[in-house]
C-alpha cells in the first residue's frame, strides 16, 4: 500500500491589507540594493500569491538567483535551492533512498530538507535537468504532489523558481517550460546606472526577515483564489485576442491561467475584485523577450491606467502608465523620507533624495500631480532645502 504524507498548508484565516503591506515591505527590503532587480523580486511575490511558477532568464552574472534568494530569507519558509548540471541524479532533489525501508522491501525516500518538503525553491540552470529528473519535477510542479516509488508526498510548495540563461530549443524542453506562466528576462545593469551599481556593491546586503510571513503569504492566496473576476473578464478576452492576432502565441492554458495572475495583482493592491488597473500582468505570460515588448506595445491602451501599490516597479516596467509611475514614486520617497528623517548624512544620501524630487519634476506636471505625490514631494524639498 502506497505511504501518503500530508504537509500541504491548510486553509487560514481572510486577508487583510495589512498582508499585502507586510509582502510588499519584505519584497521592498528584499531588493534594497540589487540595482534593476526588483522587478524581479517582486514577480517571485505575485507568482507565489498566484500559485504559479516563475521562469528567469537571463545571461550569468546578473544577479538571478541573488534576488530570489533575498525574496525567499524576507518570506520565510523552509527554502531549497539547488544548481542542476547534465548529470544530477534525482536524488539530489528528491532525497535519497530509505534503506531502513528498503531492507524491509519496500522502496521509499527521505524527502526532510530536500525539494519535496521545501516551501519556496531555486533550480538554476533547470533546462540541464535530466530526463529523470525533469519527469519527476513536471508532476511536482504541476499537482504539488510528489511521487516516487512508494512515496506519495503532498507538497507545501508555494513556488517554483527556475533560472536560465536562455530558453531551450529542444521542443521536449520547451513543453517543460510552459509550465512556468510567468517569464522575466534580465539584462546587465544599464551603462547609466554603474555608478549606483558599484555603491550598491559595497553596501552590506539587507538582513532577513525575523518574522515567518508565509501566513499573509497564504492568506492573500487564499484571497486571490475568492477574487471576483467577472467585470474584468471581457477585458482580458479582449486582451489574449489582441495578444494571438499580434502573434504572441498564448495557448489555452495560459490563457486561462493568467486569470490567476490578474487575480494575485488585485489582492496585492488591496482588493477583492480585479479590474483594468490589474491587466499590466499579462505582458509576462509571453514567452520570450520580443514577444514581451510586442504584449506591451499591443495593450498599450488597455493597461495605460495600470499600477499596483505592493508591486510599484513591475506594474510600471510592464505598463508604462503614469499611474504606476506615481505609485512607485511616492512608495520610493516615503521610503526615503522615514529612513532620513531629517537632514541625510553624507553626499551620497542627499542625492538619492534629490534624484526622487528630479523625477517627480520631470514626470508631472505641477498641475496634474496627484496629491499623495505633491505631499511626498513637499516633504523632501523640506528635507533636502538649505537651512
Not at 526588483?38 to 546578473?62: F, I, M, N, Y
Not at 499580434?246 to 492554458?253: E, L
Request: aromatic fraction near 4%; proline fraction near 6%.
Amino acid at each position: 500500500m502506497t505511504e501518503t504524507i500530508t504537509t500541504a498548508p491548510t486553509p487560514g484565516p481572510a486577508a487583510s491589507p495589512s498582508d499585502a503591506e507586510l509582502i510588499a515591505a519584505a519584497v521592498a527590503a528584499a531588493g534594497r540594493g540589487m540595482v534593476g532587480r526588483e522587478t524581479v523580486a517582486e514577480v517571485v511575490a505575485l507568482c507565489a500569491v498566484a500559485g504559479e511558477h516563475l521562469l528567469v532568464v537571463g545571461a550569468p552574472g546578473t544577479a538571478k538567483s541573488e534576488a530570489v534568494r533575498r525574496v525567499a530569507a524576507q518570506l520565510g519558509g523552509r527554502y531549497f535551492e539547488y544548481l542542476l548540471g547534465r548529470f544530477t541524479e534525482p536524488n539530489e532533489l528528491f532525497g535519497p533512498v530509505d534503506l531502513r525501508r528498503l531492507r524491509e522491501g519496500r522502496v521509499e525516500f527521505e524527502t526532510a530538507g530536500m525539494l519535496p518538503e521545501a516551501e519556496i525553491a531555486f533550480l538554476d540552470e533547470i533546462f540541464l535537468g535530466s530526463t529523470a529528473v525533469l519527469n519527476t519535477l513536471l508532476g511536482l510542479l504541476n499537482e504539488r504532489v510528489f511521487r516516487r516509488g512508494r512515496t506519495t508526498l503532498a507538497s507545501p510548495l508555494r513556488i517554483c523558481v527556475g533560472a536560465a540563461n536562455h530558453l531551450p530549443e529542444d521542443p521536449a524542453l520547451a513543453a517543460f517550460a510552459d509550465r512556468f506562466l510567468a517569464r522575466v528576462f534580465v539584462e546587465p545593469v544599464a551603462d547609466a546606472r554603474l555608478e549606483e551599481l558599484l555603491e550598491s556593491g559595497r553596501r552590506p546586503a539587507a538582513p532577513s526577515a525575523t518574522a515567518d510571513l508565509l501566513g499573509a503569504l497564504d492568506r492573500l492566496a487564499a484571497a486571490a483564489r475568492d477574487c471576483d473576476l467577472d467585470a474584468v473578464t471581457p477585458l482580458l478576452a479582449t486582451a489574449l485576442r489582441r495578444l494571438r492576432a499580434a502573434g504572441v502565441p498564448i495557448s489555452d492554458r495560459r490563457a486561462v491561467r493568467s486569470q490567476n495572475l490578474v487575480a494575485a495583482a488585485a489582492v496585492l493592491d488591496g482588493r477583492t475584485a480585479a479590474s483594468a488597473r490589474d491587466l499590466w500582468v499579462l505582458p509576462l505570460i509571453a514567452p520570450t523577450a520580443d514577444s514581451q515588448t510586442l504584449a506591451r506595445e499591443t495593450l498599450a491602451d488597455l493597461i495605460d491606467q495600470a499600477a499596483n501599490r505592493s508591486l510599484t516597479h513591475t506594474a510600471e516596467e510592464l505598463s508604462r502608465s503614469t499611474a504606476a509611475r506615481a505609485e512607485r514614486l511616492m512608495r520610493t520617497g516615503a521610503a526615503l523620507l522615514a529612513e532620513h528623517g531629517g537632514l541625510p548624512d553624507g553626499p551620497d544620501s542627499r542625492l538619492r533624495l534629490e534624484a526622487v524630487l528630479r523625477e517627480i519634476d520631470a514626470g508631472f506636471d505641477p498641475a496634474d500631480l496627484p496629491a499623495p505625490l505633491a505631499g511626498i514631494r513637499a516633504g523632501l524639498v523640506a528635507v533636502v532645502a538649505p537651512s
